[in-house]
């Protein structure tokens, strides 16, 4: 089992900043990546950014040049620094780790969350 804490959310001014951080512990040993999810009320989740072990990362397009997901591999830590937040930033933000599983010719993650942090952004 993977238990990761989240931190760093709050209330903002448009244009502001704030960095949200994912803190892993338990079995971490074959966590294949980490990402942010937000979900905002009467919306789906949806990624935000993900990093592999392999360092390769991806971002939705709506959080490109603006949000920056990064990890500390000596704290297990994973970080998400947001800039110039927009009102539509606000959400719930949800850290997520997944490990891969086969099993023969079959292959799927198990996903893991953290509690959730809520980020505001509003004048």
């Known amino acids: 089992q993977v238990h990761l804490v989240e931190s760093g959310g709050g209330l903002v001014q448009p244009g502001g900043s704030l960095r949200l951080s994912c803190a892993a512990s338990?079995?971490?040993?074959?966590?294949?990546?980490m990402g942010w999810y937000r979900q905002a009320p009467g919306k789906e989740r949806e990624l935000v950014a993900r990093?592999?072990?392999?360092?390769?990362?991806n971002y939705a397009d709506s959080v490109k040049g603006r949000f920056t997901i990064s990890r500390d591999d000596a704290k297990n830590t994973v970080y998400l620094q947001m800039n110039s937040l927009k009102p539509e930033d606000t959400a719930a933000y949800y850290c997520?780790?997944?490990?891969?599983?086969?099993?023969?010719?079959?292959?799927?993650?198990?996903?893991?969350w953290g509690q959730g942090t809520q980020v505001t952004v509003s004048s």
């Open positions: 990093i592999t072990t392999g360092g390769n990362i």
């Open positions: 338990g079995s971490i040993f074959s966590i294949d990546d």
């Open positions: 997520n780790a997944r490990k891969l599983r086969k099993l023969y010719t079959n292959t799927w993650y198990d996903n893991y």
